[in-house]
């Protein structure tokens, strides 16, 4: 069956679907995203809008996340270089690092490719008697890669039936081409001005990496990679790589067949890869850019490295990794991946949070098991220098506990630490309740309904799932409670105000994720003017209110589930995939906020067919480049704890 996909107008995913090769969670396929013509922002730049890790964005958006990737990248750099240099002027620097060496012989691969053989480290813990901080010392040692160059296939090379075979998995397993995007009968100068695309045929082996990057460095020609299986499904794509307009996939070949790599400009993607013509024009609001690339392309067996460490449930392991890997994953017991990452994004951490950061990726894991788990690292090749640390979270055995306050009465917030313009003043919770046809006589009782709703997510559940006897959370709120903020251990979430007063055009957004909850007095904003206008908008509650609604009940139920969603950010979780079948209270935003708030088979929330939606098991979604299954619920319940 033949799949097609939208033209892209836009940005699109920075994304690469890479895993090592051992038993993982199957990452969705990705879809193309649109930003409504809004320019890409210059390599390095901070993109517009919020950020999208930390924003529960409204319907609509199409954050440019290569541009993210590669803001958070630089920015995680420079606060690592402020981070060593306020260590080095402290009088007690942390302990050194305990070295350990890969046992596996070097030049070889296979004596610890997968976790059931990953090499054990003893020691390694938060004990009294272990150590905490190691660094891992090893070398990926893959098969080697030809690297001929190969001219390129003639035109027209613009679809799968039309791909240019280079002989990869036959004659040999990689080739370097020099080619052009615009030269095609479908280019701009020369050709229809449909848009030019050029594909590459590869034949894969299960167990293979398959590998394809562009490199422009003398043109204009700005990049998108796609990579599709023989039936026109889109398996993997990316944008910009890195700080530069060029392009990188790296795909775990779990099927024997053949792939198909293309090649197009941003802005100028086909809508159907069946059919070279089915390129739209020129592009808006400027037409795509053209001009000659070079790509490599390979598919080889590759070497991965899996090392083991014991852990104890509510240890918090964080890892980066520098040299040649450009992937670092996370197992669990089980073991299933956890977290896989490409990317550095530690930025996202709050400055208190002691997580390593730098690198060429960064990943981080609460355990929820005691028992051994597992660091994995590939896509590289030569040696590698993994950091690995563990830490307790902060407030076990601390007083006081850690407090949640919902603050109702509006506020004035510096919306700066949100990417907003400074401080600013937020209505009130009351100034939106007659756009949800209620009167400030339904005040209190939809106050405690939404209180109801955030207690049962961040607090009754986390109780009722027995990981953590130990968890301590308070939720107060501002009808029931003094204001607390200021105080030792209180975070504050303010629902209220208008993206206009705030400056921050998200529906709600969080200061942090805080793995192991190190920063204890945070502040999230839950805005309420997408929510609370005119129905027809998936992201507004009166879409879903009709007459068989009890409408504070749902009011109530699906503020709640929002504002818990901005609670988890900064207790730990990151965004969950919002277009799979298990519904999650992290769920990314930017659509389906029917099922964020709720809303059953029926269509109208407040009904007997509502959903409970909870944190739990779901997995990563893949707009944001992390792989695996995220526990939202055992990130928190050990990361709030006494």
């Given amino acids: 069956m033949r799949r097609s996909i939208a033209t892209v107008t836009a940005a699109v995913l920075g994304l690469a679907l890479i895993t090592p090769g051992a038993a993982h969670a199957d990452p969705a396929a990705p879809t193309p995203a649109q930003i409504s013509g809004a320019p890409k922002a210059p390599p390095g730049s901070r993109p517009a809008g919020p950020n999208p890790y930390l924003a529960d964005l409204p319907a609509g958006a199409h954050p440019d996340y290569a541009g993210w990737r590669t803001y958070l990248k630089a920015q995680a750099s420079s606060r690592l270089q402020a981070r060593l240099k306020a ?44 150590y905490s901080r190691i660094r891992v010392l090893g070398s990926l040692d893959n098969e080697p890669i030809d690297d001929a160059d190969v001219p390129p296939a003639p035109e027209d090379d613009g679809s799968i039936p039309l791909a240019g075979d280079y002989g990869i998995g036959g004659l040999r397993n990689g080739a370097v081409i020099d080619s052009e995007i615009g030269d095609g009968p479908h280019g701009r100068l020369t050709g229809d001005g449909s848009n030019d695309f050029d594909y590459f045929k590869v034949a894969a082996r299960a167990g293979q990496l398959l590998t394809a990057a562009t490199a422009t460095p003398d043109g204009p020609l700005d990049t998108v990679l796609e990579l599709w299986s023989a039936d026109g499904t889109l398996l993997a794509l990316n944008d910009d790589s890195g700080l530069s307009l060029d392009s990188r996939i790296s795909f775990p070949v779990v099927t024997t067949g053949d792939y198909y790599v293309s090649v197009a400009a941003f802005g100028g993607l086909p809508a159907d890869p069946f059919d070279s013509a089915s390129g739209t024009g020129i592009g808006d609001p400027t037409p795509p850019t053209q001009g000659p690339y070079t790509l490599s392309l390979n598919s080889v067996g590759v070497d991965t490295d899996f090392y083991a460490v014991k852990l104890k449930p509510g240890d918090v392991l964080g890892a980066s990794v520098a040299g040649s890997a450009t992937y670092l994953t996370v197992y669990d017991t089980t073991p299933r991946e956890v977290h896989g990452s490409d990317q550095d994004a530690s930025v996202v951490y709050p400055m208190a949070s002691p997580l390593p950061a730098g690198g060429n990726a960064v990943t981080d894991y609460v355990a929820t098991k005691a028992g051994w788990h597992y660091i994995g690292v590939a896509h590289g090749s030569g040696a590698y220098d993994i950091t690995v640390e563990a830490y307790r979270p902060p407030l076990e055995g601390a007083t006081p506990v850690q407090t949640v306050f919902l603050d109702f009465d509006g506020a004035r917030v510096n919306t700066g630490v949100f990417g907003g313009p400074g401080n600013r003043d937020l209505s009130p919770f009351a100034a939106f309740l007659a756009k949800w046809g209620l009167t400030r006589a339904d005040e209190d009782r939809l106050i405690d309904a939404v209180v109801a709703g955030v207690t049962e997510n961040l607090k009754k559940d986390m109780v009722a799932s027995g990981l953590n006897t130990r968890f301590k959370l308070k939720v107060l709120n501002s009808k029931d409670d003094p204001d607390p903020w200021g105080k030792p251990n209180v975070s504050r979430i303010i629902v209220g105000g208008t993206v206009a007063e705030s400056g921050v055009d998200t529906i709600g957004i969080s200061q942090s994720i805080d793995p192991g909850n190190f920063e204890t007095s945070e502040t999230a904003l839950v805005l309420l003017d997408y929510l609370s206008d005119p129905a027809g908008d998936d992201a507004s509650l009166n879409t879903y209110i009709t007459p068989a609604s009890d409408k504070v009940a749902f009011l109530g139920h699906a503020l709640g589930n929002v504002i818990a969603h901005e609670g988890g950010h900064f207790f730990g979780d990151f965004h969950t995939d919002n277009s799979d079948d298990r519904p999650n209270v992290m769920d990314a935003g930017g659509g389906g906020f029917g099922t964020l708030f709720g809303v059953g088979p029926d269509g109208a929330g407040g009904t007997a067919d509502d959903i409970d939606v909870d944190f739990g098991d779901d997995q990563f979604i893949p707009d944001e480049g992390f792989i695996g299954t995220e526990d939202t619920l055992g990130r928190i319940a050990f990361g709030v704890t006494s």
């Fill in 87 to 130: 260590q080095s002027l402290a009088a007690a620097a942390p302990p050194p690092a305990v070295v350990v060496d890969e046992d596996e012989i070097d030049g070889t691969s296979g004596g610890n490719d997968r976790p059931v053989d990953a090499q054990r480290v003893t020691g390694f813990g938060t004990g009294a008697k272990q």
